[in-house]
């Protein structure tokens, strides 16, 4: 049995593993360890008062120290202090160590985060827990200089996993800004935009469920584009759910067969009678082709 200084007290640590702390002995520098059962070698137990206290004041004081750990570890030291932390058994420790090493770096060194990640193999996860935090680190810096970053520091098989992500975080809190970075991206790319035409329909989509009224306006008012068909697509799945006579008005006024196809078949779930009466009534030709088969293949189910 070893003593460490642990959140401010003395605490014996023997076996078991529950939350990180920073450990710090004479003459060393801080270390991250895995605080298991505190016990007495005799009793080999804890009072259940004392194990509830000691629980509750770790998990409070945990995300600060760690962070403080994280902060004064060099930049060149921090890629092989992840791997370590990735060889550690429990998954909460993994993960609140990784948190803060990632937002400690991203702070420092945003493009040095971004060249790591393009050299990540999967079983990191970068699909999974791993790239979720790493957006989540990002979310935390400047979007004018995180998205140049990625684009320019990583292969683009990388970067469209971590760009993706990173919109849609963005778009939960600020949607018209996250959607306007997107709309100037489409503009600028000569390449190929459809990336982040997807990329608008799935923000726009999801801006639609959390404020309707303001999502359709900004979409409305963009500027005839690829992007702008796809936001509108997108966010007419929930446009129908919510005001079907009015995105109904507004697809057949769009000329689009796509639009007219996708409102038709949404309607028609909730309403087919209706759908199938508006189909109808549009003017001879593809709008009116494809709103018929969309309802009529979802009232055949």
């Known amino acids: ?5 642990c959140l401010g007290t003395v605490a014996a640590i023997a076996g078991g593993a529950a939350v990180f702390v920073v450990a710090i ?10 605080l298991g059962v505190v016990a007495s070698e005799k009793s080999g137990a804890f009072s259940a008062s004392a194990r509830a206290t000691s629980n509750a004041a770790r998990e409070v004081d945990r995300d600060e120290h760690l962070q403080a750990w994280a ?3 060099a930049l060149a030291d921090i890629p092989a202090e992840l791997e370590r932390i990735e060889r550690l058994g429990s998954t909460d420790e993994r993960v609140a160590a990784r948190r803060a090493l990632l937002f400690s770096w991203t702070s420092r060194d945003l493009v040095g985060v971004a060249r790591w990640v393009g050299m990540l193999g999967p079983a990191y996860g970068v699909q999974q ?3 979720e935090q790493i957006v989540e680190a990002l979310l935390q810096c400047n979007p004018e200089e995180v998205v140049p ?5 990583l292969p683009e098989s990388t970067s469209r996993q971590l760009l993706g992500p990173y919109f849609r975080a963005w778009a ?3 949607p018209m800004a996250a959607a306007g970075m997107l709309v100037r991206l489409a503009v600028a790319e000569r390449r190929d935009p459809r990336q982040w ?3 608008i329909g799935q923000v726009s989509a999801q801006w639609m469920a959390s404020e309707p009224t303001e999502a359709m306006a900004w979409m409305k008012a963009l500027p005839e584009s690829e992007g702008k ?3 509108i697509r997108q966010a007419c799945y929930r446009w129908t759910e919510i005001d079907p006579v009015g995105v109904a008005a507004y697809a057949a006024q769009r000329e689009d067969p796509v639009l007219v196809k996708i409102v038709a078949a949404k309607w028609a779930e909730a309403e087919p009678a209706q759908a199938m009466a508006w189909a109808r009534r549009l003017p001879e030709g593809t709008l009116r082709q494809e709103a018929m088969d969309a309802a009529l293949a979802i009232v055949a189910q």
């Open 172 to 174: 939960a809190t600020e």
């Open 129 to 131: 827990t791993g790239r």
């Open 71 to 73: 902060d004064g570890i």
């Open 1 to 5: 049995m070893r003593t460490v200084r």
């Open 197 to 199: 035409h997807d990329l």
């Open 25 to 34: 002995g004479p003459g060393e520098k801080p270390e991250v360890v895995s």
């Open 229 to 231: 068909s796809a936001a």
């Open 149 to 153: 970053a990625l684009r320019e520091s």
